[in-house]
Nanobody, 126 residues
Framework: QVQLTESGGGLVQAGDSLRLSCVVS??????????AAWFRQARGKEREFVTA????????YAAGSMKGRFSALADSAKNTVYLQMNSLKAQDTAMYYC?????????????????WGQGTQVTVSS
């Protein structure tokens, strides 16, 4: 069984940077590798793909308004995946979730991920 625990959220001001962490415990059947993704969901909106990174060092970059500002990084030695967020904007306010699948292919579809964390809230004041 795989468990994901996010941390690092909080209240920041527009323009600030923040780094979220997702600690992965357990392994499940990861013989085929893994992909870890970040999603976010603002109040009243649908869940949105942020970025993803895989065990083969594949990276799916953030799109839209997050492009160039958000990036994912995996530290296998620490079983941790990070989301680095720079130049934060008020519209980045959301609950951020870490997700994982035991396939080394990134996907932007949240339904493709098997394991989910509880989320960490990021609030950006303007």
């Amino acid at each position: 069984q795989v468990q994901l625990t996010e941390s690092g959220g909080g209240l920041v001001q527009a323009g600030d940077s923040l780094r979220l962490s997702c600690v992965v415990s357990g392994d499940g059947d990861s013989r085929s590798g893994w992909s870890a993704a970040w999603f976010r969901q603002a109040r009243g909106k649908e869940r949105e793909f942020v970025t993803a990174v895989s065990s083969t060092n594949g990276i799916a970059y953030a799109a839209g308004s997050m492009k160039g500002r958000f990036s994912a990084l995996a530290d296998s030695a620490k079983n941790t995946v990070y989301l680095q967020m720079n130049s934060l904007k008020a519209q980045d306010t959301a609950m951020y979730y870490c997700a994982r699948r035991n396939v080394a292919v990134n996907t932007r579809n949240w339904g493709d991920y098997t394991y989910w964390g509880q989320g960490t809230q990021v609030t950006v004041s303007s």
